[in-house]
């Protein structure tokens, strides 16, 4: 959305007046609402109004995803996760941020003592190297073999 466009080459967040001012939820609801009508006026309405869930239920739903996804209000969510998708969404999401927050911090974090990094704001703690089968890049598929 226009509050997080992250560029390929980085983790850097353009600032610009909607997203500063709105924030990627709102912007998120609105846009997810506009696409749907355009869809629901479109040659393709009849199939989806008779789709099973209702339409209108998946409409709700998806609307939910986007609105609880930070997972508490004090994290900018205006409502919390009230179903399986939007709970397992919300620690996705989560989970992916403080990933990206530690690769971050690996790359560009001043090393404090060998194997240790300095904290990178807002990770609770100091980065400590990875195992040497992970390298930051590539998550292996399967344990290396030498632990079998």
């Known amino acids: ?9 980085g983790f850097t967040q353009p600032f610009n ?5 709105l924030g990627h939820i709102p912007l998120g ?11 629901m006026e479109s040659d393709l309405a009849k199939e ?10 998946v409409h709700l739903h ?14 900018g969510s205006p409502t919390l996760p009230r179903t399986p998708e939007a709970m397992a969404l919300h620690y996705i999401d989560n989970m992916d941020a403080k990933y990206e927050m530690m690769r971050m911090g690996y790359e560009s974090s001043p090393e404090l003592a060998p ?19 992970y390298d930051g890049e590539d998550m292996p ?4 073999d030498e632990l079998f």
């Open 1 to 9: 959305m226009w509050e997080n466009n992250y560029p390929e080459a």
């Open 17 to 21: 007046m909607h997203g500063e001012m």
């Open 29 to 39: 609801i609105e846009t997810a609402n506009k696409l749907w009508r355009d869809m």
């Open 48 to 57: 989806w109004i008779e789709l099973d869930p209702d339409s209108e239920d």
């Open 62 to 75: 998806l609307l939910h995803l986007i609105a609880s996804h930070h997972g508490a209000y004090e994290w």
């Open 115 to 133: 194997g240790i990094q300095e904290r990178k704001f807002p990770l609770p703690a100091s980065l400590v190297k990875p195992l040497d089968h």
């Open 141 to 144: 598929v399967s344990p290396p």
